[in-house]
């Protein structure tokens, strides 16, 4: 699967595996530009295609804007669940979605078992009132 590949073999290992069934997210990644589940993908699909992973969201050592805001309001406890929306949310901001559709439809998409998605959903509206996207 895509999710092995990236952790095991790419050592890229904050795409985290969760229910394996492409439920919960935390696996999303971007796949030429889209949120995409990365534990129902093969590897060998990704031939020729641009892939992104949380890792890459930093640029020279800064957080993105939605990575501050989710550093600001305390988006995360545990963390597993965190690249996951990162990942969802910024397809969601390059997409030019608005903030209730990224906090209903974006959000919705995945399964926190920590926050009680206060603290997330504080982040998106954070990050959308500062202009950031």
Avoid: K
């Avoid at 069934?21 to 990365?38: E, H, M, N, W, Y």
């Avoid at 957080?63 to 990162?86: D, K």
């Amino acid at each position: 699967m895509l999710s092995d590949f990236l952790r095991h073999g790419l050592g890229l290992t904050a795409t985290h595996v969760g229910c394996e069934q492409g439920v919960c997210g935390a696996c999303t990644i971007l796949l030429d530009g889209a949120p995409v589940r990365s534990c129902l993908l093969l590897a060998v699909q990704m031939d020729g295609r641009r892939l992104e992973t949380v890792e890459g969201l930093a640029e020279a050592g800064e957080l993105s804007g939605f990575q501050q805001a989710m550093r600001a309001e305390h988006g995360l406890q545990c963390g597993f669940c965190t690249p996951g929306i990162l990942m969802s949310v910024t397809a969601a901001e390059r997409d030019g979605r608005g903030v209730n559709d990224t906090l209903t439809e974006v959000l919705g998409g995945h399964v926190c078992r920590c926050t009680g998605y206060q603290g997330i959903r504080a982040a998106i509206e954070r990050h959308w009132s500062e202009g950031e996207r």
